[in-house]
């Protein structure tokens, strides 16, 4: 089948009778039918736009960065498929300050349900408190080279953009407060309009009740009565005034933003996650029933969690920035992150990065076949992701690819004034070529055996008949006086066990680097140590009596 002048389904190879959609990842699947979605609607394909929310309230985390990711992944596929597309990053600058960030000094406790664009940075180097925080998600996007159409919430109030969809959202607040309390239960739009004005007097947005609308002046009537939010009751300052729709004097509720969004930037997907589930239910009704614009073709996603199995958020305190991921890991590895599903929870910790870093080594193997993955559905998903991770444009030949834990366990027992350089002249003798990207990975390996130490490996099972090799393995290795008798000793021991040395080989790799190949593990092991090296082996002995 042909869309836009492109193949959306082909026939592999293999005379399968199988067909694969685009390359074969969740996000050509999700563009295929919203391409058909849209063709069923009737509406325009000259440019499909994806939507996602920068938050500007707090510490952006990796899920913050994920719906953003995630959203031009969509505009990828559909732009393979032919189609022109863009992702709008909607950053919600309006909202009020909730909570003081950890880190973050305490004076901003004077500044609560203040709009986060109306107060300024408290470190100085932005011109406001959501210029910084969207700034840092925008400086992790455009690290990893993500592609989008940045719109501030503040900007897009002030233009007047949204004011017909508030207008007719204002003219609709009965109908929208009732079904507001019958998909989720919440009444308090029943007594007060979805709109927060931001007080001119005090300054503070959720404080504000907005009870009358004027739709001859477009005009919404407030007062500042104060606000309970999540068991802390704040003061209203008990002034009365009105605030312009055409204006950025006050915001819509979640409830209805998204919806207003939605149709005035012609938006035709956008992911969510469970959290806001009962939003997005509302949003869609009133985008279809109040709006007449059918709301955008949504995928529902599960959070990231910690490793106790706590959502990663700002008022949980357990952020985990994308900027730390740079830290340790390449752009490449965090985009893998988010394209390799779209459904699942997801527990990420820094023990993640190592695994990421060695699985796109290993999709780098799939893509140029150095790897062969029988099941050719599987394979093209895998080629699909790397190149999904590489933003669709993939080097021309595959890296060298160094182990991320090998690299690790070097800069452990690496001097601590030379520990790049003793790397460099250890991987070089074990013969590998070392070029501009593979000293980047050092670098970043480095600072993981900083902060963390070694890597933690999954446990190794032995079999009987390797149980016994490792046991004369190790009474052996103390006898060898040079990484060639190190080698050798590997190969005889496995010989004198009935053992097939590759395979052996390959068990040792597992239980040293956590993978099944690496470098000739004579000079590897000298260089780790013999000591070490034993101590490794006794503990895996250990755990399989």
């Not at 998600?137 to 007047?160: C, K, N, P, Q, W």
């Not at 490449?332 to 023990?351: A, C, H, N, P």
């Amino acid at each position: 089948m042909v869309e836009g002048g492109k193949i959306v389904k082909r026939s592999l190879k293999e005379n399968t009778g199988a067909t694969v959609i685009g390359h074969g990842t969740w996000m050509d699947k999700i563009a295929y039918e919203l391409i058909e979605r849209e063709k069923a609607l009737g509406r325009r394909l000259n440019l499909i736009r994806t939507e996602s929310g920068l938050g500007a309230s707090g510490i952006p985390h990796i899920g913050s960065m994920a719906d953003a990711v995630r959203a031009h992944g969509i505009v990828m596929a559909l732009r393979e498929m032919g189609y022109r597309a863009e992702t709008i990053a909607f950053t919600d600058d309006m909202d009020g300050l909730r909570k003081v960030p950890a880190g973050f000094p305490k004076q901003l406790e004077e500044y609560l349900l203040m709009p986060v664009s109306s107060i300024l940075d408290p470190f100085g180097c932005h011109k406001s408190f959501s210029d910084h925080m969207s700034g840092m998600l925008r400086e992790a996007l455009d690290i990893a080279g993500i592609e989008y159409v940045f719109r501030s919430g503040r900007e897009t109030y002030a233009s007047g953009m949204l004011s017909e969809a508030i207008h007719k959202i204002l003219l609709n607040s009965n109908k929208i407060g009732n079904i507001i309390a019958e998909l989720t239960g919440q009444e308090k739009y029943l007594k007060v309009l979805p709109y927060f004005a931001i007080c001119k007097n005090c300054g503070r947005i959720y404080t504000t009740q907005s009870y009358n609308y004027d739709p001859e002046r477009r005009i919404v009537h407030y007062r500042c009565a104060g606000v309970e939010i999540k068991g802390r009751w704040y003061n209203g300052c008990g002034f009365e005034g009105v605030a312009d729709i055409r204006r950025d004097d006050g915001k819509l509720a979640w409830k209805t933003e998204f919806a207003a969004r939605w149709s005035a930037l012609d938006v035709r997907f956008e992911a969510y996650g469970k959290d806001i589930a009962d939003s997005v239910k509302v949003n869609d009704w009133v985008s279809k029933n109040i709006l007449g614009y059918e709301p955008p073709m949504h995928v529902r996603y599960e959070l990231f969690l910690d490793k106790s199995g706590r959502k990663i958020s700002k008022s949980a305190g357990n952020v985990f920035t994308p900027q730390e991921w740079y830290k340790y890991g390449s752009p490449q590895s965090l985009l893998l992150l988010f394209f390799k599903r779209v459904v699942g929870t997801r527990i990420i910790s820094y023990e993640t990065i190592p695994k990421l870093m060695d699985e796109y080594d290993y999709l780098e193997d799939v893509y140029f076949d150095k790897i062969r993955i029988e099941n050719v559905v599987e394979r093209e998903k895998l080629k699909g992701l790397y190149l999904y991770s590489n933003l669709l444009k993939p080097p021309a030949k595959s890296s060298t690819h160094i182990p991320y834990s090998l690299i690790v366990d070097l800069a452990l027992v690496a001097p601590e004034d030379k520990k790049e350089e003793f790397i460099v002249s250890r991987l070089t003798k074990y013969g590998y070529k070392i070029g501009d990207d593979e000293i980047k990975k050092i670098k970043l390996a480095v600072n993981y055996a900083r902060d963390f130490g070694e890597i933690k490996k999954k446990p190794v099972a032995l079999t009987s008949q390797e149980r016994e090799a490792v046991i004369k393995l190790v009474n052996e290795f103390s006898r060898a006086g040079s990484p060639n008798e190190v080698q050798n000793k590997i190969f005889t021991v496995a010989r004198e066990q009935g053992i097939d040395p590759p395979e052996f080989f390959k068990k040792l790799y597992q239980i040293f680097l956590g993978r099944d190949h690496g470098p000739r593990l004579g000079p590897y092991i000298w260089d780790m140590g013999i000591e070490k090296a034993v101590e490794i082996l006794e503990k895996v002995i250990g755990s399989e009596v």
